[in-house]
Each structure stands twice: as C-alpha cells, then as structure tokens.
C-alpha cells in the first residue's frame, strides 16, 4: 500500500491536482489499484454544480490517468519520468460521483513502449462502474 506521500515520490502532481488518496493494491508495469475519497471540500465543487455537486469528468479522467501512472513509474529507474495524457478512447461515464463516494480505480497496463503507453482503467462507487476508458500517455525524462 502506498501513501498520498509515497505517491508524490512517484507522480508530478500536487495540490489541489493530485488526486489519488492512496494505492491499495500494486504489481509495476501490470497495474494499480488507487482509492480516491470525494469530498465536498474539493474546491471544484463550488462551480460544479452550485446546489448539486458532481465531480467533473475530466477530474474522474486525471484521477485513473494517476492510477495508471503510478503502475508505469512505481519502478525505481522511472523515477523523474513524467508521464503525460495524449488522448483517450472507449470513454463511458455511467454514474454521477458525488462528495462522500469513494472512488475505486482500478488501473490496468495494456501496452508499453520506449515513449508511449495505453492503461485501460475503471472507477467504480460501491461496486458500481462511475467511469471507464482507455488511456493513452507519453512519457519522457525530464531530468
């Protein structure tokens, strides 16, 4: 298991962007499983939705894209690596994610190559599919 702190060791992202609490479950380059608790304190939810708060997408998105990057730069030699969305394919979003769910996502690599990679990964509420997609990064080192 690793911590919000181990997981800055990994990822670039910070607050307010970083948006994995905590990795439950993990086997490098093979996959993740990350844990997301959704709060009404996220300061997106000021403007999404003013009365009825729903967590948008596009942070639904960024969230399993962590998950997926800590499965691919766990490994000490990607350490420094910074990994970048290029594009997503197979979106489906099926259920609203409101403050007070916990987010599941469940992150699993499906190709690697020398500057580009694909994770098919999904986020589940209580059992229940949220959010599910296939995402495709490149990677480089910026040291």
Known sequence: MLSNTEIQNILAHRYPFLL???IIELEPLKYAVGIKNVTINEPFFEGHFPGKPIMPGALLLEAMSQVGGVAVLYEENNRG???????FNKVKFR????????????????????????VRAEAFVDGEKAVEAEIIFKYRVEK
């Open 81 to 87: 690596v910074l990994a970048y969305t290029a594009g």
């Open 95 to 118: 259920k609203n994610v409101v403050p007070g769910d916990q987010l599941k996502i469940i992150a699993k690599v499906i190709r690697l190559r020398t500057s580009i990679g694909k």
């Open 20 to 22: 994995v609490d905590r």
